[in-house]
């Protein structure tokens, strides 16, 4: 997506390898570079990919795919690898073996909650810490989800029912009723960017890991993370926080809020024509926020 210079490598990683591409050649005085952490489980980097904007200021934007996913695919993955423990793990190698000492970290939807676990472990070096549309606990996400569900009309609801009291939730009419939940709370640009749906599309051809921690959807979570929470433990969150959300966004008010309520000092930011995707759908306001929010933490 970017014009700008791009090196693309791999970092050996539990006898397999993290793919990852970088944007510009390096930051200019007083810049420090942004990690960004995808979302899913189990998605791919390429959705991000309007962050490349942020390399206008003066810094490297630094992406992967974690572990199992898109170029970080594994020929003989097994469901018990993919643990939190894992993902966190694999930021502390990215950094290591990039040399990113002092960095800006923004996480997006899983990839928040990944951030925040991350930060539970007290690193060293985060000048400041994104959090873009990420809930602390999976039960009020669930909750919230399925609040924003019934609101849909009530043949899709009835599709959504039928197909996951079956057990048949791969059919295309559950995919297709799935879609429209989709369209008003993940990303309301329709049809998606090409970026957008490059990762769509690369979670569809692997699902593995989405399966295994989340499920087969947003709102019908039944996989390895549906008790995580971490709400008691915000506060241990150290760095300087913003958070983001879309005014439709599955990431609810209830959601953004806990999030934002729970680490001290946190600042919050909503999108007013955005879901949960707001760096897609509302991109120039979206730089512009964060820009200014780098810069005041540099």
Known sequence: MSNRAVVE??????????WYRIVDHGEAPGKLPLLCLHGGPGAAHDYLESLDAMAATGRRVIYYDQLGCANS?????????????LFVEEIDTVRKSL???????LGQSWGGMLAMEYMLTQPQGIASLTIASSPASMKQWVAEANRLRVKLPAEVQSALD?????????????IAAT???????????????EYVARSFAKLAANPEVYNTMNGPNEFF???????????????????PTLVTSGKYDEATPLISGTVYTGIPGARWVTFDHSSHMAHVEEADRYMQVLGAWLAENE
């Open 99 to 105: 040399g990113l000492e002092r960095i800006h970290l």
């Open 73 to 85: 695919s594994l020929s003989h993955p097994a469901p018990e690898m993919w643990t939190v423990e």
């Open 9 to 18: 490598g791999r970092i050996p990683f539990k006898g397999n390898s993290t």
């Open 162 to 174: 039928r197909h996951e009291a079956a057990g048949t939730t791969s059919d295309p009419e559950y």
């Open 221 to 239: 979570v039944v996989g390895t993370l549906k008790e995580w929470d971490i709400i008691d433990r915000l506060p241990e969150i150290n760095a």
């Open 179 to 193: 879609d429209a939940f989709y369209a008003q709370h993940v990303c309301r640009v329709v049809p998606p960017p």
